[in-house]
T-cell receptor
């Protein structure tokens, strides 16, 4: 079973920030938080991952709470192309298979 | 550079036939994974290869499913005596540690 809990769906206006929450209260000390997304009919796409510190790359920012029991993926300026299912996954770095939950279906509207 | 490629992109077969699905990982990636996604369902782990280690087969749904990885590169997923419930998109991913990079998938339809 997936070790994360996400809202099933969210809406966001184009150009606004999309903040996608994830709960992972049973995360272990050696487990990372990964975010992937799946645009309709495509394979999943890696977005970002982190262990304890907040992370930022060209796609998104990842904010992890100090107790590591939850995190938020931030898309700073959502576009229509960001409409997708977003998956939050906890996994041991470097070796582990991914256990996908049901994710959050983000709909970006004009 | 080139990403993960899979072939065929689509496969239609009759119930009871065997099928082979191919995955070409990103060059240099030591880890290779197979997942499947049934219509309207989430992604389900099938099997994982890491270097020369014995594969993790814990996700294979039955003994009709098998996979091999030759020379640490290309992988083939074989489904014997296909059933209608095997219809799904079969996704391959590769990794050099950390993030997994997915191919476009093979859409399998068993009639």
């Amino acid at each position: 079973d997936a070790k994360t809990t996400q809202p099933p769906s969210m809406d966001c206006a184009e150009g606004r920030a999309a903040n996608l929450p994830c709960n992972h209260s049973t995360i272990s000390g050696n487990e990372y938080v990964y975010w992937y997304r799946q645009i309709h009919s495509q394979g999943p796409q890696y977005i970002i991952h982190g262990l304890k510190n907040n992370e930022t790359n060209e796609m998104a920012s990842l904010i992890i709470t100090e107790d590591r029991k939850s995190s938020t993926l931030i898309l700073p300026h959502a576009t229509l192309r960001d409409t997708a299912v977003y998956y939050c996954i906890v996994s041991i770095y470097n070796t582990d298979k991914l256990i996908f939950g049901t994710g959050t279906r983000l709909q970006v509207f004009p | 550079g080139a990403g993960v490629s899979q072939s065929p992109s689509n496969k239609v077969t009759e119930k009871g036939k065997d099928v082979e699905l191919r995955c070409d990982p990103i060059s240099g990636h030591t880890a290779l994974y197979w997942y499947r996604q049934s219509l309207g369902q989430g992604l389900e782990f099938l099997i994982y290869f890491q270097g020369n280690s014995a594969p993790d087969k814990s996700g294979l749904p039955s003994d009709r499913f098998s996979a091999e990885r030759t020379g640490g590169s290309v992988s083939t997923l074989t489904i014997q005596r296909t059933q209608q419930e095997d219809s799904a998109v079969y996704l391959c991913a590769s990794s050099s540690g950390g993030a997994q990079y997915f191919g476009p998938g093979t859409r399998l339809l068993v009639l």
